[in-house]
């Protein structure tokens, strides 16, 4: 698939603070792998102390304070006009949840402060639309001070990143961390028994991944949405970004993309894919399996793409949902 890349408001932060301070101040990467479920107390000293190890180099913000119910809208207090250092940080309420997991995706509300005078910007916490983009993976963890703040912080903490735009205009960003979740690494739900007979058959190998019998699939003309697997997730919405697993091949059986061979799954804009996987996964349930028949129109069209997909193609994909955003 050629899609076009994501990035969240969280993102979006990073990768321009990133440009400034934030990559000059990479933490060490920890070689073990921590066995599952694991109760050691080391853990939670290990993990502070590497925390602290990945933020002693970055600026700290003094003169911030928040308060309110943790979990809740902060109010933030300050004496403006105030300065801040791009990619300075302070945790202003620290949470009273769960601990936060490595591999976990993190939703957190959000709003921008401008420092000057106080006014707010850019909030999620009045429409309830989290930034639900942060998937805290070791390698995250192990690039970005930032992310190793998160991984050792609780649910309900609350942290502030600064900001300068282009003009010099200073902002502090407040998150607050509302929950986290762990995204399945396949599609899981319950199997659709009632599939049409003249539909490609789908089997799925043990880690997952689908192979096809065409089953004498021809050229379609209108796009054909199969669910496979419904799963019991949030409903994609067409503006959404999805992370999915897939598989895509031609009708003679040819495979010419898939997820599952590079072993990651894909992270895409519906607003970035062909017209066929935008309509064909709008509506859809997270955990969902779903079988996509793709009429050239909704495809690559009389161009194709590359050397791989010929002009005119029909395309044929099985895609799980892992995660909406």
Same mark, same amino acid.
């Given at each position: 698939?050629?899609?076009?890349?994501?990035?969240?408001?969280?993102?979006?932060?990073?990768?321009?603070?990133?440009?400034?301070?934030?990559?000059?101040?990479?933490?060490?990467?920890?070689?073990?792998?921590?066995?599952?479920?694991?109760?050691?107390?080391?853990?939670?000293?290990?993990?502070?102390?590497?925390?602290?190890?990945?933020?002693?180099?970055?600026?700290?913000?003094?003169?911030?304070?928040?308060?309110?119910?943790?979990?809740?809208?902060?109010?933030?207090?300050?004496?403006?006009?105030?300065?801040?250092?791009?990619?300075?940080?302070?945790?202003?309420?620290?949470?009273?949840?769960?601990?936060?997991?490595?591999?976990?995706?993190?939703?957190?509300?959000? !709003? %921008?402060?401008?420092? *000057? &005078?106080? /006014?707010?910007?850019?909030?999620? #916490?009045?429409?309830?639309?989290?930034?639900? =983009? $942060?998937?805290?993976?070791?390698?995250?963890?192990?690039?970005?001070?930032?992310?190793?703040?998160?991984?050792?912080?609780?649910?309900?903490?609350? !942290? %502030?990143?600064?900001? *300068? &735009?282009? /003009?010099?205009?200073?902002?502090? #960003?407040?998150?607050?961390?509302?929950?986290? =979740? $762990?995204?399945?690494?396949?599609?899981?739900?319950?199997?659709?028994?009632?599939?049409?007979?003249?539909?490609?058959?789908?089997?799925?190998?043990?880690?997952?991944?689908?192979?096809? &019998?065409?089953?004498?699939?021809?050229?379609?003309?209108?796009?054909?949405?199969?669910?496979?697997?419904?799963?019991?997730?949030?409903?994609?919405?067409?503006?959404?970004?999805?992370?999915?697993?897939?598989?895509?091949?031609?009708?003679?059986?040819?495979?010419?993309?898939?997820?599952? &061979?590079?072993?990651?799954?894909?992270?895409?804009?519906?607003?970035?894919?062909?017209?066929?996987?935008?309509?064909?996964?709008?509506?859809?349930?997270?955990?969902?399996?779903?079988?996509?028949?793709?009429?050239?129109?909704?495809?690559?069209?009389?161009?194709?793409?590359?050397?791989?997909?010929?002009?005119?193609?029909?395309?044929?994909?099985?895609?799980?949902?892992?995660?909406?955003?």
């Amino acid at each position: 698939m050629h899609i076009k890349t994501s990035i969240s408001l969280f993102g979006k932060l990073l990768a321009a603070l990133c440009a400034l301070v934030m990559c000059a101040t990479l933490a060490a990467c920890n070689g073990g792998d921590q066995a599952e479920g694991s109760n050691d107390s080391n853990d939670s000293s290990d993990s502070s102390q590497s925390s602290a190890d990945a933020l002693k180099d970055l600026p700290q913000i003094a003169g911030l304070v928040a308060e309110g119910e943790p979990g809740q809208k902060p109010t933030v207090k300050f004496h403006a006009p105030m300065s801040v250092e791009d990619g300075a940080y302070a945790v202003l309420q620290k949470g009273n949840g769960d601990k936060i997991k490595v591999g976990n995706r993190v939703c957190m509300q959000a !709003f %921008a402060v401008n420092l *000057n &005078d106080g /006014s707010e910007m850019a909030s999620s #916490w009045e429409k309830n639309t989290p930034d639900c =983009s $942060t998937l805290l993976t070791e390698d995250t963890v192990a690039q970005y001070p930032i992310y190793s703040l998160i991984a050792d912080a609780t649910i309900n903490t609350t !942290f %502030a990143i600064g900001s *300068n &735009d282009e /003009s010099g205009q200073p902002y502090a #960003w407040i998150w607050t961390i509302v929950s986290q =979740s $762990t995204d399945p690494t396949r599609a899981e739900g319950e199997a659709v028994t009632d599939i049409p007979a003249d539909l490609p058959k789908v089997t799925l190998a043990k880690d997952g991944k689908p192979s096809i &019998d065409m089953n004498g699939q021809g050229d379609v003309d209108q796009l054909v949405v199969q669910t496979l697997i419904k799963g019991d997730g949030k409903e994609v919405q067409e503006s959404d970004t999805v992370r999915a697993h897939y598989t895509g091949w031609l009708l003679d059986g040819t495979q010419f993309d898939s997820s599952w &061979d590079r072993g990651e799954p894909s992270d895409f804009s519906l607003d970035g894919v062909i017209d066929g996987w935008q309509q064909g996964l709008t509506g859809q349930t997270v955990g969902s399996q779903v079988l996509l028949i793709v009429p050239p129109d909704l495809g690559y069209g009389d161009a194709g793409s590359g050397d791989t997909i010929p002009g005119g193609a029909t395309l044929v994909f099985v895609v799980d949902i892992l995660a909406a955003y």
